[in-house]
Antibody, heavy 120, light 108 residues
């Protein structure tokens, strides 16, 4: 079955970077995009960006321009999200989710989420 | 950026009753690119509806979606115990994709 499995929880200090992985299985990896969505405690989900896993280009929310990098390794069928210069406001759950290759689609399925905690 | 506003914030409903959730957009959403997700505590969001009114695979037909332009509705007919959760609308017609602030459906 189609599945996205994310890496484990992270604890980081302010100013550090975090890299979260998302391992895909059960489908042809390069036929679908991977989106990244985060959710702070008690808040609505917030879309961060997406990657066309076939050609590798990305579209990022302007909010994260300059400190967000989304990449993929097609041989490993894994996508990565790296967020730098972390602050306490970056604490929350980070999810990957599959979308169609054109970028404008609903998100299904979602990974289980990776908890990122930023604290001094 | 399209801002999505959901109402009400909390909906108290008895099992077996109908729940009607609203999502209003600040600008018209192109191509009816609206989805609804259900989220339970400690879980990732789960897709319920896409393109306003299409049910995702495995979603029971007590869930239905409607609307166009800037006003959208999710209706749950005959609430089951497993339906008590938070529901988010999302638009994916323009960037950045945005989500509403959520409606919590709780047991009355």
């Amino acid at each position: 079955q189609v599945q996205l499995v994310q890496s484990g929880a992270e604890v980081k200090k302010p100013g550090a970077s975090v890299k979260v992985s998302c391992k895909a299985s059960g489908y042809t990896f390069i036929d679908y995009a991977i989106h990244w969505v985060r959710q702070a405690p008690g808040q609505r989900p917030e879309w961060m960006g997406w990657i066309n896993t076939g050609i590798g280009n990305t579209k990022l929310s302007q909010k994260f321009q300059g400190r967000l990098i989304i990449t993929r390794d097609t041989a490993a069928t894994t996508a990565y999200m790296e967020l730098s210069n972390l602050g306490s406001e970056d604490t929350g759950f980070y999810y990957c989710a599959r979308g169609d290759r054109y970028g404008f689609s609903e998100l299904l399925p979602w990974g289980q989420g990776t908890q990122v905690s930023v604290s001094s | 950026e399209i801002v999505l506003t959901q109402s009400p914030g909390t909906l108290s409903v008895s099992p077996g009753e109908r729940a009607t959730l609203s999502c209003r957009a600040s600008h018209s959403i192109s191509s009816d690119y609206v989805a609804w997700y259900q989220q339970k505590p400690g879980q990732a969001p789960r897709l319920l509806m896409y393109r306003v009114s299409s049910r995702a695979a495995g979603i029971p037909d007590r869930f239905s979606g409607s609307g166009s332009g800037t006003d959208f509705t999710l209706t749950i007919s005959g609430l089951e115990p497993e339906d008590f959760a938070v529901y988010y609308c999302q638009q994916y017609g323009s960037s950045p994709r945005t989500f509403g602030q959520g409606t919590k459906v709780e047991i009355k």
